[in-house]
């Protein structure tokens, strides 16, 4: 027999698919031109851009637990016109009702993108895994281009095209395999073009490089990549995208590389909490994209757990998922960053679960669980704040989670503000001081490079205001950076923060002005910042 749930019927028989499925609890859009709450209940959920407005779409369904080792399906009726479109996970504390540009919630994951034709049509949208939290799963809709429109049927349109989440399993458990163990997961799509002969090994041959000298997975002249992705070359050159206007972050990345002129060499993405699997798929695809070569640095912090609580297990059931996801699906190394910026959330009381050394316990216990169940080729940051004032706290050598554990060293600095000390040039940014009279720090860069000297340091995070004040700075700045990178032999990756008036930190936007992005696309050009992708071939 059938029993519906939710609109959906499961298939009670021992020997046929079982499905499970459900409409959406809330679904609805954001408006840039009218930020207030409106139309919830439509009987479409616009996305892309209308009217100089942008909007983007929200879909939360209440689905309850999955069934192990299948991952959802995203049905759609939509319209409009010929595109692509991005899914991401959100958080899900919002409701239709009260839904806004204030109130939408934070987006923690790409997971999927779709094509879609102009007119209507039926999609289908498949995710390569997907966790919800106590059952709720919970998508925002992008288009990728800043024109045009897609409208989606919502769950008020009627029960022939609202929206449907739905997952299919087998009744009869796969032969050979232990159903309480953790499967393989299936390759997501890679661009046709991309062939397994073309990716990097993610566990080369023993090499007769000497001890210490980086080992070659890829090659162009004298320039090798080692497979902890240090250059003996060169600097990689990077890009995290800060959405503007309603764009995507990975629409944002994107858009710096257009600005550029120039494909990053590193493309960072950020995921928090324990519902999304990563990489994914839309992160995989930007990684594979014909005629690109870039690496991907994940970025990713717990939610709803304190560092002791993952530290002691709490966390162990997302983190051997994720574990058999990178191995099945993305065997390639890639840059992970576990709760980067730490300085800022510790709190020594005894108890609190966030000391210094709560934070080195659980950045050891996450390592070790993911290379335990096959994930040995994520590399490694423990990125820092970087700021001045943090190295002379008591417990700042304590953060540090240990050689054994740690493939990159990070720290995020950033140039804007008043005074020589914050509006700083290059070398001034990298190692910074900033001390009271007695203080023995001496920069983030020489803490790094004496404390851990066989560890290759990266700016995980940068970026450089433009002034109203001094319209020359920002160029100038640029200007003399590709001459002080030689002051600092042991940093290999700039990953640049590109954001419009952000925080305090300013308008770090490589198009901030004509004479900035002109001097912004000079540096990045330098051969010292092409080299290494010149060498890391797939």
């Not at 050159?237 to 629409?251: F, H, K, L, R, T």
């Not at 002129?261 to 995989?284: K, N």
């Not at 330098?526 to 080299?531: A, G, I, K, T």
Request: hydrophobic share 35%.
């Amino acid at each position: 027999m059938a029993v519906m749930v939710a609109g959906i019927g499961i298939l009670q028989h021992s020997n046929v698919a079982e499905v499970i499925g459900a409409v959406p609890i809330d679904d609805g859009y954001t408006n840039t031109a009218r930020p207030a709450p409106h139309d919830w209940n439509a009987t479409e959920v616009r996305v892309g851009g209308q009217s100089n407005a942008r909007h983007v779409g929200y879909l939360k369904f209440d689905l309850g637990q999955l069934p192990e080792r299948h991952a959802p399906q995203l049905e759609l009726n939509v319209t409009g016109d010929a595109g692509e479109l991005e899914f991401y996970a959100t958080e899900i504390g919002w409701n239709e009702r009260t839904l806004s540009e204030k109130t939408a919630p934070a987006r923690t994951g790409l997971l999927a993108t779709a094509q879609v034709g102009s007119g209507k049509q039926r999609i289908v949208v498949e995710f390569p895994e997907l966790l919800g939290e106590q059952g709720i799963y919970s998508f925002a809709v992008v288009r990728r281009a800043k024109t045009g429109t897609t409208e989606l049927a919502s769950s008020e349109s009627g029960a022939k095209t609202t929206p449907r989440l739905r997952v299919v399993t087998p009744n009869t458990p796969t032969p050979g395999t232990d159903p309480d163990q953790p499967i393989a997961l299936p390759n997501p799509s890679i661009p046709p073009t991309i062939s397994e002969t073309n990716r990097p090994n993610p566990n080369p041959s023993p090499s007769t490089t000497p001890p210490g000298e980086p080992t070659r997975s890829g090659s162009s002249g004298p320039c090798s990549i080692s497979d902890k992705l240090v250059p003996s070359c060169g600097v990689w050159w990077g890009v995290a995208g800060n959405p503007i206007g309603g764009e995507s972050y990975d629409q944002a990345m994107v858009d710096v590389e257009a600005e550029l002129q120039r494909p990053a060499d590193i493309a960072h993405y950020y995921h928090r909490g324990q519902g999304v699997l990563f990489p994914t798929a839309g992160e995989m695809n930007r990684a594979f994209e014909p005629g690109r070569n870039r690496i991907l640095f994940i970025n990713w912090r717990p939610t709803g757990l304190t560092w002791r609580a993952v530290a002691d297990g709490a966390a162990d059931g997302f983190l051997v998922r994720l574990a058999q996801h990178i191995k099945s699906t993305h065997p390639d190394p890639f840059f992970l960053s576990l709760n980067a910026e730490m300085e800022d959330e510790v709190n020594q009381t005894s108890g609190s679960g966030q000391t210094a050394s709560d934070f080195r316990a659980f950045f050891r216990h996450v390592v070790q669980v993911l290379r335990t169940n096959g994930a040995a080729n994520v590399v490694t940051v423990v990125g820092y704040v970087g700021a001045p004032h943090w190295g002379d706290v008591p417990w700042f050598d304590t953060l540090y989670p240990g050689d054994d554990v740690v493939d990159w060293i990070a720290e995020d600095p950033y140039a804007f503000g008043t005074g020589d000390i914050w509006r700083s040039d290059f070398a001034g940014m990298v190692d910074r001081v900033q001390n009271p009279a007695g203080s023995t720090w001496r920069g983030f860069y020489t803490w790094a490079t004496t404390k851990h000297p066989s560890k290759p340091v990266m700016l995980g995070e940068w970026g450089v205001d433009d002034p109203a004040d001094d319209p020359s700075y920002k160029p100038d700045f640029f200007r003399s950076a590709g001459r002080q990178l030689a002051q600092f032999p042991k940093l290999k990756a700039l990953v640049y923060w590109n954001a419009a008036n952000f925080h305090m930190v300013g308008n770090t936007r490589v198009d901030s002005s004509a004479a900035s992005l002109a001097a912004i696309r000079d540096f990045v050009w330098l051969d010292v910042l092409s080299n290494p992708g010149r060498a890391y071939l797939r």
